[in-house]
């Protein structure tokens, strides 16, 4: 049933919204919005692959169930819902969570099983198979983001400091040696007068050096470029294909997956943070780039547009083409 259909008011009753079991691949969220004195809001057994981005804007909520969905990402501002004290991902296809986390300070409960976590947070999370360990995933994994949280504003701190401090150090060297050398030429004045300047030497015919030939140089530049390129290519080619999702992309991409956190695993644990952090932001940037490439290539199936596109890049082509041959013909006469 398509979620503008959901009479949301019908299914609120005693402080709790039950939205579970009603086909949803959407949040109707503006709907569910109006009900502020709705606490808990149950989106169990729908078909949800993300979360609209201003889900996060219900934050009278302190109950939220998510189980049994498809759930793959939740929005980066995801924590803004601080006054959770209750939340259920159990079985979806969640591998990272956000940083936002670390606002989760009332969250009690917390269940993350059946979901195919990296195995930093997965270790963090722990098996949650009753209610006192959904308890302990609940503070262990608000902590663990907090620290992560600490840990880059800390980083960010000290880096702006040294950068300050740095810039302060070369400052001072600058004018030392602005000092010293009028410290220096005054003494030279009052011993030698003037200071005069000698003269440029020339430079010897006999021992100067060829510079290296133009076109060696060019060739090997072009040579590196085209290497960088086609690196460039194929790995933007490898994304976009691992992105959405086909069968046959997908083994490439959970063995790349595997790899990257191997490393991880082998690294320290400051350095393990941010490693962890980046791999969240590139996962998102994957899915996102999924999406958009699956929405392409919906429309140039289903559109009439496929059929101009092509004619028009067709006469583009060949005009392109006419011209080099043009061109051709003019340099060779």
């Not at 393990?272 to 780039?289: E, I, L, M, N, P």
Request: glycine residues 2%.
């Amino acid at each position: 049933m398509a979620p503008s259909k959901i009479n949301v008011k019908e299914r609120v009753s005693d402080g709790e919204i039950d939205l579970s079991m009603s086909d949803l691949q959407d949040v109707p969220v503006k709907e569910i919005a109006v009900f502020k004195k709705a606490t808990s809001l149950d989106l169990s057994n729908n078909h949800l692959k993300t979360l609209p981005g201003n889900f996060a804007t219900l934050t009278h909520l302190t109950k939220l169930d998510l189980s049994k969905n498809q759930l793959s990402e939740l929005p980066e501002d995801f924590g803004d819902l601080v006054k959770l004290k209750y939340l259920d991902l159990y079985q979806n296809q969640l591998q990272y969570l956000p940083l936002s986390f670390h606002k989760f300070k009332a969250l009690k409960w917390l269940d993350l099983k059946d979901n195919p976590l990296v195995p930093a947070v997965a270790k963090v999370a722990g098996p949650c198979l009753d209610a006192k360990q959904c308890q302990s995933c609940a503070k262990d994994v608000v902590s663990f983001f907090t620290q992560v949280q600490e840990q880059i504003a800390n980083d960010l701190e000290s880096r702006q400091k040294q950068r300050q401090k740095q810039l302060e150090v070369n400052q001072k060297q600058m004018d030392n040696n602005k000092k010293s050398k009028k410290k220096e030429k005054t003494k030279q004045k009052k011993e030698n007068g003037p200071v005069k300047e000698n003269p440029p030497k020339l430079a010897n015919k006999k021992n100067k050096k060829a510079p290296p030939s133009p076109k060696n140089t060019g060739k090997a530049s072009s040579f590196i470029k085209l290497i960088f390129t086609l690196l460039f290519l194929t790995l933007s080619v490898l994304f976009v294909l691992t992105s959405v999702k086909y069968e046959r992309t997908r083994t490439i991409e959970n063995s790349c997956v595997d790899l990257y956190y191997k490393a991880v695993d082998s690294l320290s644990p400051n350095l393990k943070v941010y490693a962890t952090t980046v791999g969240s932001y590139v996962r998102f940037a994957h899915d996102k780039t999924g999406n958009v490439t699956l929405n392409v290539v919906n429309y140039v199936k289903n559109s009439d547009n496929f059929v101009n596109a092509y004619d028009t890049c067709s006469k583009y082509v060949d005009t392109m083409v006419q011209k080099v041959k043009e061109q051709y013909k003019k340099i060779v006469s």
